[in-house]
């Protein structure tokens, strides 16, 4: 009976649940795709599979939802905020200065629909070697130069990890 009730679900666990999964990183052209209960656990889940840890510094945008700086501090690391350009988004030319020997990594944030500016983000983070987070929850479906958004880095959505 278990078993059977388990194969049912649409949360949680089950064949609904790996075909959401399955189609979703689909649609962003991403190989993997883990369901989560929220956008906050999605972040903490990316910035813990990335080895994030105590001490470290993730850069994070300025506008933003807190759970960005929050999902930071969980793993015991440091946000390092950077301001915004006027399309709301973190602005690609302040990061450069804030990178330290403690940085791993960049999340970017695609407020309200509109994709990041990723090219230079992208750079740095091979200049460095860091990894890139995207904060996708508000635009599903929206394309930075014919890619969708959260397949550029380690996407994250409100409910996925996707890479």
Not at 50 to 72: K, R
Not at 102 to 118: A, E, Q, R, S
């Amino acid at each position: 009976m278990l078993l059977i009730a388990l194969t049912h679900r649409i949360s949680s666990t089950g064949k609904y649940v790996d075909e959401f999964e399955k189609k979703f990183s689909d649609f962003c052209g991403s190989k993997y795709g883990v369901t989560s209960s929220n956008g906050t656990v999605a972040l903490h889940l990316a910035l813990l599979a990335l080895g994030v840890s105590e001490g470290d510094e993730v850069i994070v945008p300025t506008m933003t939802y807190i759970a960005t700086a929050n999902s930071v501090t969980y793993c015991k690391a440091h946000p390092i905020f950077v301001d915004r350009k006027e399309t709301w988004n973190i602005d690609p030319n302040q990061i450069e200065e804030k990178i330290t020997k403690k940085t791993k990594g960049i999340i970017v944030v695609h407020l309200y629909g509109h994709p990041v500016d990723m090219d230079p983000i992208v750079d740095l983070a091979k200049k460095y070697n860091l990894f890139i987070i995207e904060d996708a929850a508000e635009a599903h479906g929206a394309k930075y130069k014919n890619r969708t958004v959260g397949s550029i880095g380690t996407g994250c959505f409100s409910f996925l990890v996707i890479n």
